[in-house]
């Protein structure tokens, strides 16, 4: 199963246990490290590379609609910055991103992710109460795995889709990445 096999591949990273316990610590409901931070790694093993792809920063979500500021976000990330200062730390309460997207309120932290550019991206990590890595991949893990880049169904800006993709340049780093340029079937794992 997919799941299994992306925890698998998380353990083998040195610094997940540091990181997932950094963010632990801040204690912000319904956490996850999403994002670059698990679908680069996944690439980067897939394409057997013996060092990891450089992060353009680290995401982490939470939900918490009591709270809707950006402050309290730049707090949580100048906290992980003090403790850890080689990642570019983005935390975002997905409680207010749809204020930023233009968009209905979300109503959890996989209800905002479904809606980014790209399905392999939408997939994060956190840890459940027994300390085991959980998932969440809200168009599950079929396109991480079988290097495919392809637009979400919720996201409509297909310009914009294209341009990141460009400007991420993933098909020059992963060059057996896939770019699918029409919306297909997803299967949940």
């Not at 956490?31 to 057997?48: E, K, P």
């Not at 983005?90 to 992710?113: F, G, L, T, W």
């Amino acid at each position: 199963m997919l799941v299994e096999r992306l925890i698998k591949i998380m353990r083998t990273y040195d610094f997940l246990n540091r990181d997932i316990e950094l963010v632990r610590q801040l204690e912000l409901p319904n956490w996850w490290i999403a994002a670059g931070y698990v679908r680069n790694y996944v690439w980067d093993d897939l394409h057997g590379y013996s060092s990891r792809t450089p992060l353009n920063d680290v995401d982490i979500l939470y939900y918490d609609p009591s709270d809707l500021s950006e402050e309290s976000e730049k707090k949580f990330e100048a906290l992980l910055k003090a403790k850890l200062q080689e990642y570019n730390w983005s935390c975002k309460n997905q409680a207010r991103m749809h204020i930023r997207n233009q968009d209905n309120p979300y109503d959890s932290v996989e209800d905002a992710m479904k809606r980014w550019p790209e399905t392999a991206t939408s997939v994060g990590i956190s840890l459940g109460r027994n300390q085991n890595i959980e998932i969440i991949a809200p168009h599950g893990l079929n396109d991480l795995f079988d290097l495919v880049i392809r637009r979400s169904p919720f996201y409509k800006d297909e310009d914009y889709f294209y341009k990141r993709v460009q400007s991420k340049r993933w098909l020059e780093l992963w060059p057996k990445l896939r770019l699918i340029e029409e919306e297909g079937d997803f299967f949940e794992d």
